[in-house]
């Protein structure tokens, strides 16, 4: 477990791809269930490789967001494009809630798994580096069903990483973990995401201020974003750093005044 | 050690089974109506060329019924996953299909295929088409839209999410539904050789029955009974071979 943190930081064989990642820009989305209007002209543009921390109560929409936005579903009406003009389709790898490993691969077959469903030949240098850096190195014939949680959450970011995308987006994907498995899986994301353009869920304040370097809240019916918080410094930040834990305390209070 | 108590387990049940057998034929039962496990096994043995003839043609019919309604279950499961509108159509009559007992159907079945293989062979495939349809098409429907959702992210194509996603995770449910259509498979051979037929276990049984030889009818009841459980485990040890990945917790007790 100790090994995790001190891995060294990616190196340039690690990074996603050689050029900057493009950003994120959505345009007037909106989203209707029947009567229900979920959120409505609603505009973001996460600029090339920044990692956005999106914050907010459950059922407002955040999921749907970031669903739209991997284009796992179709909003009611708006756009989201690459910051280069391109559509987005391609270039993002998603991760969920659960890890969604497949229990009936192996760590390797499920890290490679992208390529097993393009019918491509698997990297295996590249999967083995993965491996090592997410700290699984030698466990890589295990099931799943052998891991523990922080270690099947771990499969799943190299899993995420080894499909070189530059987007990356994360749906709360550490919230089943424990705090300290939690803040080394943290540490690790932090560390091996630096090159790509993030957008991470999250409904913990502490989370988002140790990640993102712009935190956005996103609450009302229908929903609408707040104003960005801005933090300075490199994630992952200490959960003591005096700028985490004010803005930790500002998030929590805004959260708070706007659920009422 | 529990290994070692799992294989004599049967074992013991079988000679339990034996003694109370034993002890009933003790009470001055006329052999014609119960006779001894001892005149039984000597029945078995001078039989055995003939009843060993027969035990084949059935064990024939179990297994091509079983093959044959396996791949109708699976070409019915996946026919009814790809097309919505299709599956509104066969569901009422697949239901339809087992509403109908195959008592009922035997004779007819009898009538258009004649006494041979053939109509034992469509007698056992529907009972044992049903549930492996039922089964594996609850299993490829409700494939976790996590997995589904992940694999879209990474480009799959139609074919490739087929293959590495919903056949795998139907699996399981298919599992279950070649347990039970193991288990049940006999019967559609046996009530096939009853209805009309000139070999099989069934026939002999009945053939038994009417000259009251009540031993040779214990005898092919025996084998019978020996065949079924054989076949039940061999799938069981299949199935878990198949699905190493599925949690025993029967096995960690």
Known sequence: MNAISQNPLPTAASLPVGDAPPGIVVKDLALRYGRQTIFENLNLEIRSGEFIALLGASGVGKSSLLKIIAGLATPSAGSVIGSDGKPLAGRIAYMGQQDLLYPWLNVRQNVTLGARLRGEKTDDAWADHLLEQVGLAGRDTLLPSALSGGMRQRAAIARTLYERRPIVLMDEPFSALDALTRAKVQDLAAELLTKCTALLITHDPLEACRLGRHLIVLAGHPATLGEPITLDGLPPRAPDNPQVLQSQGRLLRMLTELHQ | ?253
């Open chain 2, 1 to 253: 050690m529990s290994r070692l108590r799992n294989g004599i387990r049967p074992l013991i049940i079988f000679i339990g089974l034996l003694l109370i057998w034993y002890a009933v034929t003790l009470t001055g039962i006329p052999n014609y109506l119960l006779p001894t496990p001892a005149t039984v096994a000597e029945a078995l043995w001078k039989g055995r060329d003939y009843l060993g003839y027969h035990f084949l043609v059935t064990l024939s019919e179990i297994a091509m019924g079983l093959c044959c309604g396996l791949l109708l279950g699976m070409i019915l499961a996946l026919t009814m996953m790809f097309s919505p509108r299709l599956q509104q159509w066969l569901m009422p009559v697949l239901i339809i299909s087992q509403a109908i007992p195959v008592f009922a159907l035997a004779p007819l079945l009898v009538l258009w295929l004649g006494f041979g293989v053939a109509s034992k062979v469509v007698m056992a495939t529907l009972i044992i088409f049903f549930p492996v349809t039922a089964s594996f098409f609850d299993g490829l429907r409700r494939t976790e839209p996590g997995w589904l959702e992940l694999a879209k992210t990474m480009n799959a194509g139609g074919l490739a999410e087929l293959r590495h996603v919903r056949l795998m995770a139907a699996l399981p449910s298919f599992g279950s539904g070649l347990r039970v259509a193991a288990a049940v498979a006999p019967i559609g051979a046996i009530i096939g050789e009853w209805v009309g037929s000139s070999s099989g276990l069934g026939y002999v049984m009945l053939n038994a029955n009417a000259r009251v030889q009540t031993e040779v009818c214990f005898a092919a009841l025996f084998l019978l009974a020996l065949m079924a459980i054989v076949l039940v485990q061999l799938v069981d040890l299949s199935v878990r071979k198949l699905l190493y990945w599925v949690p025993d917790s029967s096995q960690t007790r």
